[in-house]
């Protein structure tokens, strides 16, 4: 008898004692739960991010499971791991088919599949270009006949196919996230995208695309907007509350309230089941929209944690970077929230192309008059394979000689496009943590209203922000 193929899916990264965050892996269990419906296969599965294991060990672990195909994905910053990941799987596992996907494959593309010695990259969407793959695989055929697939010829030259895969139109038809296969308790002692400690949570990706223009955004999934019905996320839910006992859940989506008729619908449907969930917005929930119906339902199915973008403070900024938010109706969606109960995060990025002084004020001024309640308050980066990468190639290209992506996070980069020096941008950015942060009635506020008081062993990194540009060799 045939024995079944084996399959090794790896998130690869690590995490970093000033960025400790990591999810659970949604990537690739979305991409084992499906795959193992259309073959027969038995796949092992492995987050680096929360594991922690040595890139020496990952290797072990993927040769010691004698895989027939490798499947890796990274964020940009883990991205310069896959050459020699690559290379020492390739030396040990000659025959296995290594294929890469995910965020960085899908920003370097072509660029990315030759610093490796890795078959094939697959750009956006995983699920039907990772079957193609392994059926034309192992069936014997040619990579030449998958859409959009970036390979490797046998002579070794790397070829890109015309056309792209078609997006999966009915995201109900997915499997659940193959969460059987990683232990989730894991993910319940180490800081999430939320930075609430001691959750029980699973994350959720309830849609993909996302119609908005920001021009820093990596748009994986395309600017449709895809969604699960309502009826199908809280499935997910219930079936998540009854196997785990776990009472929260992360959202990851895009943009999870485009669609208000989605969001209503499935706040009732989790009041009518009775759930008893607990919601957070890591990222997820666009602020201007938010109506009051739309923030009275989400608090009454358990929403208790959101954090909402502004990034920039000035019209102007907002206007010529894509994001267009109507910054009275966000900061009217923050007070709602911050109303109901629900603990807001504000998102805030210093350094836009052009960006001046007196804009980064601006910024300051409506995060301070706001009822957010905490900000995370980062400097821009340009990652590849975006508009933002693109406009500094053609007027700053000098702002990306030397720039690094390797392990480091938005506190750790930085390319400054504005009109401001460097010492200018870290003033502001310092000064955005003072004028946000000390003020008696906002600390009253965390206080009274954060829902774990354990998250001030978060303060480390706060002060770490706050030193951004002022310590030599802190950037
Ligand atoms: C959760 C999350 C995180 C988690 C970790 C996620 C992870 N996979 O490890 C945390 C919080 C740690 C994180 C960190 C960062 N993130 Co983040 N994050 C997300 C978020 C919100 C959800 C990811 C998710 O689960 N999506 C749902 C799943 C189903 O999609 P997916 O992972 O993309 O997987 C699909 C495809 O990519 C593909 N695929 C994935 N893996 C593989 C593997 C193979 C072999 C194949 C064939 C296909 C494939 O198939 C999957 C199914 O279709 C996304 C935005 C989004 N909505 O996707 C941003 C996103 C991934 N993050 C992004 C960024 C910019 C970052 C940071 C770099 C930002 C920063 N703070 O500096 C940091 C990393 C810094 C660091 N040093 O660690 C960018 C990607 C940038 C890039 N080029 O890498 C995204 C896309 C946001 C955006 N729209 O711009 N992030
Ligand atoms: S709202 Fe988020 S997902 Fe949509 S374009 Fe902007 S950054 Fe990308």
Not at 157 to 176: R, Y
Not at 196 to 203: E, F, G, I, K, T
Not at 237 to 250: C, F, L, P, S
Not at 325 to 334: D, K, Q, S, T
């Amino acid at each position: 008898m045939m024995r079944r193929l084996r399959l090794f899916l790896a998130n690869v990264g690590h995490r970093r004692p000033m960025f400790p965050l990591a999810t659970p892996p949604l990537g690739i269990l979305s991409l084992a739960a499906y795959l193992r419906t259309k073959l027969d296969l038995d796949i092992r599965l492995v987050n680096q991010r929360v594991e922690d294991l040595s890139d020496d060990r990952l290797v072990r672990e993927i040769v010691s499971f004698e895989p027939d195909a490798v499947g890796l994905g990274a964020l940009t910053p883990f991205g310069y791991l896959l050459p020699s990941l690559t290379r020492n799987i390739r030396d040990a596992c000659p025959h296995a088919l290594i294929v890469l996907g995910g965020p960085h494959a899908s920003a370097s593309r072509e660029a990315a599949l030759r610093a490796t010695t890795a078959d094939a990259l697959v750009v956006g969407e995983g699920e039907l270009a990772f079957e193609r793959i392994l059926q034309t695989h192992f069936d014997g055929g040619s990579f030449g006949q998958i859409p959009g697939l970036i390979w490797r010829e046998p002579g070794g030259e790397v070829v890109t196919n015309p056309g792209a895969m078609p997006p999966i139109e009915d995201l109900d038809s997915l499997p659940f996230p193959a969460y059987d296969l990683i232990d989730v308790t894991r993910y319940w002692r180490v800081q999430s995208q939320s930075p609430v400690p001691n959750r029980h949570y699973v994350a959720v990706s309830s849609s993909r695309g996302c119609p908005y223009q920001c021009q820093w955004c990596h748009n994986l999934f395309g600017k449709r907007f895809r969604a699960q019905s309502a009826e199908r996320v809280v499935d997910e839910i219930a079936h998540y509350v009854k196997t785990y006992g776990m009472n929260d859940i992360e959202f990851v989506d895009d943009i999870f309230n485009l669609d208000r008729q989605r969001v209503h619908d499935f706040c009732s449907l989790v009041c009518k089941r009775d759930l008893k969930i607990k919601i957070a917005f890591g990222n997820a929930l666009r602020g201007d929209i938010l109506g009051e119906d739309d923030v009275d339902a989400l608090a009454a199915a358990g929403t208790y944690f959101c954090s909402l973008a502004l990034e920039s403070g000035s019209p102007r900024i907002q206007q010529l970077m894509g994001k267009g938010l109507n910054i009275p109706r966000f900061l009217a969606g923050v007070s709602l929230a911050a109303a109901r109960g629900v603990f807001t995060n504000g998102a805030l990025m210093f350094g836009f192309p052009t960006e001046t002084a007196e804009e980064m004020q601006m910024t300051i001024d409506v995060a301070a008059k706001s009822k957010l309640h905490t900000a995370s308050i980062f400097t821009v980066t340009p990652f590849p394979n975006t508009p933002l990468y693109e406009w500094a190639k053609e007027h700053r290209p000098e702002k990306l000689k030397g720039l690094r992506y390797d392990e480091a996070d938005f506190n750790g980069i930085h390319a400054n496009l504005s009109d401001v020096p460097d010492d200018v941008l870290f003033h502001y950015q310092r000064k955005a943590h003072r004028q946000f942060f000390l003020n008696p009635r906002r600390l009253a506020r965390i206080l009274r209203d954060s829902p774990d008081r354990a998250m001030i062993r978060y303060a480390p990194i706060f002060i770490y922000r706050c030193m951004k540009g002022l310590v030599p060799g802190l950037t």
